[in-house]
């Protein structure tokens, strides 16, 4: 691989998703192949307490760059990873695989969507069609299910004021919040507000501090940011799940890729994806029993413990299987994304020698 392809294969790569726009994996090309490092600054979290965000970060962002190679005739082989730290990868050539190229180009136009979507049937032929190439590692599930029904959407929407009721989460969304074309474009990290998908205006600067938040949490914004999100997921086709039968990181990361490359074939059906962190990474941190962030009212750990059974029912999870990670799924809007976010330039020993 000249210099000029590891540039454009990083570029692609860059466009996995991470949570809010944060890109803690920094890649570098070394003469054995490609390395991504945690950086942990940036993965720096309330929710990513016991490394659940970061490492389903991490699967994504190998399966992007797995497509990202395939498509140029190089398969790609996780050579070392340690969660949490770094993955090395090596790469050989090899035949370009079908349907390569067409994986690299949903890969450039996927975005997370947070408006309504225009319903759609998880029951299409075409799409289950392509979910079933979707390679599943042992121990990991992947699922499409119609909106929640009855007692687990009930339990969703009680999910779902978590974030408003966890010590510091609001503070750490917020410090990715790029309110105006200028702070968005200069950073290239983080999500415009524009692009946030609420109806009307975007909140002014004043409301994203966490004492604003806190007191609006505490005055029934976290049942209204509730409600919402259950609209959002009634009007959807359904849910896209990746469950797991471990707790261990390396499941998690296994989990992220097998979710991303669906993700990429919904895509390609002209379907749009929402991350619904409440409804699946907070069971990944223990397989036994939930574990919150610290600081959680602990009314959360009861509601989980009885979310488990409750989601596994509903969505036909394998006994012993709980979801790690959870999109809303659906038929895309119509119109572009008022802004799709923008990715770091590589460091600047990125492209290195190989
Ligand atoms: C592990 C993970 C969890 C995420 N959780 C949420 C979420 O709960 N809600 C949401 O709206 N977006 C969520 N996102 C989406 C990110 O905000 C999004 O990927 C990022 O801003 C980059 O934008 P893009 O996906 O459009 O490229 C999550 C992404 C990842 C990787």
Redesign the pocket.
Known sequence: MDAALRAALLEDAA???????AQPWRPRWTREGLTFTLDAERARHAFDHAG??TD??LG?TLEAVSVAAEARGFAMNVSRQEPGVRAELRFEAAPIPPGAAERLESLRR?????RPYRGGDVHDDALRVRLDRVRRPPGVGLHLAPPLTGAAAAWARAALTLGWHVTGAWADTAR?ARHTDAEWARTRD??HTL???APGRPPPDWAWSPRVAGAAGRLGADRVWAAWMHHLLRGAAGLLVVSVREGTRDARVQA?RTLFSAWLELTAHGWAG?????LG?PFTALPQAPSLPPGTPARFADLYRRGRPLLAAELGLPSGSWPA?VLRVGRAPATP?PR??LRLAPPPDAIGAW
């Open positions: 466009r996995a998703p991470s949570p809010d726009n659940g965000l389903l970060t994504a996927r975005a997370t969507d947070r990715w983080g999500v692009s946030l998908g992220g929402q991350p619904v962190y409440e990474a990670w994304l799709r976010t």
